[in-house]
Nanobody
Framework: QVQLVESGGGLVQPGGSLRLSCSASAFMLTYHAMGWWRQAPGKKREGVAFMSASDGWTYYSPSVKGRFTISKDRNKQMVHLQMDSVESEDAGVYYC?????????????????WGPGTQVTVSS
């Protein structure tokens, strides 16, 4: 049974940092691109950051490029999203997901397994 579980969400001040983590199987990390998505209240789910399984390719949405970093630790079977210089617009539920292909487009249909999400609240 495929299982993705996010952790690390919580309250962060504007300008602060937060690191999200996602536990995934070693098989998934080896053969599937992984991604982080987020959904703010009343908005569509947005692809935030993706990383390929094979060649180090990454994708960042323009809204987070230069502030967020996706990484993975195969030994610990984790995917991380380091969020720096957090802005109020970064608030929402963050989801970890695995993709069908190794260079997915930022569309939900390119992803097949999803975690339940973790809440990120931005407030001073």
């Amino acid at each position: 049974q495929v299982q993705l579980v996010e952790s690390g969400g919580g309250l962060v001040q504007p300008g602060g940092s937060l690191r999200l983590s996602c536990s995934a199987s070693a098989f998934m990390l080896t053969y599937h691109a992984m991604g982080w998505w987020r959904q703010a209240p009343g908005k569509k789910r947005e692809g935030v950051a993706f990383m390929s399984a094979s060649d180090g390719w990454t994708y960042y949405s323009p809204s987070v490029k230069g502030r967020f970093t996706i990484s993975k630790d195969r030994n610990k079977q984790m995917v991380h999203l380091q969020m720096d210089s957090v802005e109020s617009e970064d608030a929402g539920v963050y989801y970890c997901a695995s993709a069908f292909s190794d260079h997915p487009d930022p569309v939900e249909s390119d992803f097949h397994y999803w975690g339940p999400g973790t809440q990120v609240t931005v407030s001073s």
